[in-house]
């Protein structure tokens, strides 16, 4: 009968084992795949799941599946729970208290300022002086511009006569800035800006730097953003310790005189044991991002600039990204968002493509992923903006784009965590 048991229950967990395994999926359609690595969200419990592993991470093996017999028999009874004298519990934990977090961006002035130069094509029976009064301008500068020689001013009907300068508005950048947050506040694109500028939408801008308003543009004013952040209170200082007092010490005595030693019988050396390497104890708590934004605040820049494909945090369906997705055009340079060193170059990773690890200073590591090519090598020394590699589609993504993530551990104990790279970009 035991014999009977065991079987069968081994067919229920072999049978559970196969079920659990296998996934549904309509004959002849293709799974859709993300354009992010992606990690798995919470399970049923509500457990969040660890980090994307990258190089150097641990991971702790599966439990094995028990391969002991299995038997049958009644259940005991549960003993009733008797409170016991002594017994106490701990007050809940103290609801979490939010803040409202403002930032503001884009603050700079709109002053008055020249555009480009007018322009204007000839058309049969056209007349220098006509052409000068529709450019509002004088027949003389008009010829000067166009290098036209008198008295006759002789032109041609298509050719193209380069006017004076247009009235345009610009915009001062001012600290922070981004040539994105600039778009939102004008209501254009950031490539209509960059075209306006004669500019790379790459391109460094400065804070005091001019640049043009694209025709259409319509100010809507600094962008404000809001936000609740939880409220990270610091525990109060203990007070110190109440001063000692210090005894008087005794009048000395004569000192007998000191025996004459004997020598004792050599003792066999005891070996020193080695120093023991402290244990690094997993961190209990994440940072509120407040707390992240303002530590991360000045050290980094973008990699490269791009509309942004995916954000950071959960996707639906128990996926999530680690980072942000940026788009870019095939070969654009990938630089270092800040100075560190490689600690890991290659295309082991998967999902990820071609990767590159750089461990920054004060616990903060970057990660740069689908690269098409490599540039730097592990153990570098890479300086802030120093060209890392080019923007590919490697790791089975539909189109060129860069996967960029930041992590943070606040103390050397801990293990760096991913955070939102918008927290410490700037804006």
């Not at 981004?178 to 306006?196: G, K, M």
């Not at 942004?308 to 128990?318: D, M, Q, R, V, Y």
């Not at 690890?357 to 689908?370: E, S």
Request: glycine fraction near 8%; include cysteine; hydrophobic fraction near 35%.
């Amino acid at each position: 009968m035991t014999h009977f048991l065991t079987r069968t229950a081994l067919v229920l967990l072999a049978g559970s084992v196969l079920a659990a395994c296998s996934t549904y999926q309509n004959e002849g359609v293709e799974p859709v795949r993300p354009n992010f690595p992606v990690r798995q969200g919470p399970d049923a419990q509500g457990t969040p799941p660890a980090a994307t592993p990258l190089p150097g991470d641990q991971t702790t093996p599966p439990s094995a599946i028990p391969t002991s017999p299995v038997e049958s028999r009644p259940l005991d009874p549960l003993p009733s729970a008797q409170p016991r004298p002594g017994d106490s519990y701990p007050p809940p934990p103290p609801a979490q208290e939010y803040e409202t977090v403002t930032r503001t961006s884009a603050t700079g002035q709109v002053v008055d300022a020249d555009g480009p130069p007018q322009s204007y094509t000839v058309v049969a029976g056209d007349s220098l002086y006509g052409i000068a009064r529709k450019l509002e301008t004088s027949v003389t500068q008009l010829a000067q511009d166009n290098n036209l020689a008198g008295p006759n001013y002789v032109i041609q009907p298509g050719q193209t006569l380069k006017g004076p300068s247009s009235a345009s508005k610009a915009y001062v950048v001012a600290g922070g800035d981004t040539l994105y947050a600039i778009a939102r506040r004008f209501n254009v694109s950031a490539q209509a800006i960059a075209d306006a500028n004669s500019m790379q939408i790459a391109d460094v801008i400065r804070p005091g730097q001019r640049l043009l308003l694209p025709s259409g543009f319509r100010d809507t004013g600094p962008i404000t953003t809001t936000a609740r952040v939880p409220v990270t209170r610091s525990a109060p200082a203990a007070s110190p310790p109440p001063a000692a007092t210090t005894p008087v010490p005794a009048a000395p005595r004569p000192a007998a005189p000191a025996p004459t030693p004997t020598p004792a019988a050599p003792r066999p050396a005891t070996p020193t044991p080695a120093p023991t390497a402290p244990a690094i104890v997993p961190s209990t708590r994440t940072p509120a991002d407040a707390q992240v934004s303002e530590l991360g605040r000045g050290r980094f820049v973008w990699p490269l600039r791009g509309d942004i494909l995916s954000t950071f945090g959960p996707k639906g369906t128990g996926q999530r990204n680690d980072g942000v997705n940026i788009r870019a055009r095939s070969g654009e340079a990938v630089r270092a968002s800040a100075a560190g060193d490689v600690v890991y170059a290659g295309d082991q990773v998967p999902g990820f493509g071609n990767l590159v690890l750089i461990k920054h200073a004060d616990g903060w590591v970057t990660a740069y992923g689908h690269l098409a090519r490599i540039d730097v090598k592990m153990q570098d020394k890479i300086s802030q903006g120093q060209q890392i590699g080019q923007a590919g589609a490697t790791g089975e993504v539909g189109e060129p784009q860069l996967h960029f993530e930041v992590r943070f551990a606040p103390t050397p104990q801990d293990r760096a965590r991913p955070i939102d790279p918008m927290l410490v970009l700037p804006q």
